[in-house]
């Protein structure tokens, strides 16, 4: 079946770097995905990557992703304190398909 | 950019009773939408997907009795949590996908969820 495992906490200091890493099992996930949730919000998608890449690059944030391994990762770098929330990785076989999340990173930053 | 509108924000409701959340697109037609559930802390279970007229797809484990969704248009979909007990407080999310884009092109929106506690 399919399933998503994350690290549950990070604590990282402003300005630092950080990197929430995700392990998934569905070797059809074709679609990789990173989300953000600030408190009592809705989730944002921060970023995506598709499964025949390796590495994407958006301002901040890098996308890593080792298929062999079914490991995922997300690097902020120059962490700021409104960075401060939870981070999703998702995964869906299709690009309209169901979309299954991990359990969700918090990420807290020390000023 | 595509907007989800999801009301109510939050809602108390007594036990037995029956509470109703929406769903809406305000800017495109959202052929399917997703509803999670989201408990303190954990992540988003995927409870339901509901395309426009037809009848919603329930995961394994969600009782469809209770969790009555509805998608008659295609910008609005409903949930309905009837006879609501305390074990169904929760954090509701919706997340519509707009036909004509994928989903890299920021094709899935979320709303911003509504918070249930029944008392």
């Known amino acids: 079946g399919e399933d998503v495992e994350q690290s549950l906490f990070l604590s990282v200091r402003e300005g630092d770097s950080s990197v929430i890493n995700c392990t998934y099992t569905d070797s059809s996930s074709t679609y990789l995905y990173w989300y953000k949730q600030e408190p009592g919000a809705g989730l944002q998608l921060l970023t995506y990557i598709f499964s025949n890449m390796d590495m994407k690059q958006d301002q901040r944030l890098t996308v890593l992703l080792n298929k062999k391994d079914k490991h995922l990762s997300l690097r902020i770098a120059d962490t700021q304190t409104g960075d401060s929330a939870i981070y999703f990785c998702?995964?869906?076989?299709?690009?309209?398909?169901?979309?299954?999340f991990g359990p969700g990173t918090s990420l807290s930053v020390i000023p | 950019g595509a907007v989800v509108s999801q009301h109510p924000s939050w809602v108390i409701c007594k036990s037995g009773t029956s509470v109703k959340i929406e769903c809406r697109s305000l800017d495109f037609q959202a052929t399917t939408m997703f509803w999670y559930r989201q408990f303190p802390k954990q992540s988003l279970m995927l409870m339901a997907t509901s395309n426009e007229g037809s009848k919603a797809t329930y995961e394994q484990g969600v009782e469809k009795d209770k969790f009555l969704i509805n998608h008659a248009s295609l910008t609005l979909s409903t949930l309905t949590v009837t006879s609501a007990h305390p074990e169904d407080s929760s954090f509701y999310i919706c997340?519509?996908?707009?036909?004509?884009?994928?989903?890299?092109?920021?094709?899935?929106?979320f709303g911003s969820g509504t918070r249930l506690t029944v008392v």
């Open positions: 998702a995964g869906g076989r299709t690009s309209y398909d169901k979309v299954i």
């Open positions: 997340s519509a996908r707009e036909y004509s884009r994928v989903f890299w092109e920021g094709g899935y929106t």
